[in-house]
């Protein structure tokens, strides 16, 4: 599934867009999940960062 979204984002207007995956640690049992979101290029850092919040 991951390779179409990829795919997808590789032409046209997808090239404005970035996959931003994140670890975040769940407070209840210490497990990491994943979190992945599809940002446009100018607001990569600000997803980044509020994934760490």
Do not use: Q, R
């Not at 404005?16 to 992945?36: D, L, Q, R």
């Not at 940002?39 to 600000?46: A, E």
Request: net charge positive.
């Amino acid at each position: 599934m991951a390779k179409k979204v990829v795919a997808t984002l590789k032409t046209g207007k997808g090239k404005e867009y970035s996959k931003v995956i994140t670890a975040v640690k769940s407070p209840k049992t210490g497990a990491y999940t994943f979190k992945e979101l599809i940002v446009h290029n100018d607001h990569v850092k600000d997803a980044i960062n509020d994934a760490k919040a």
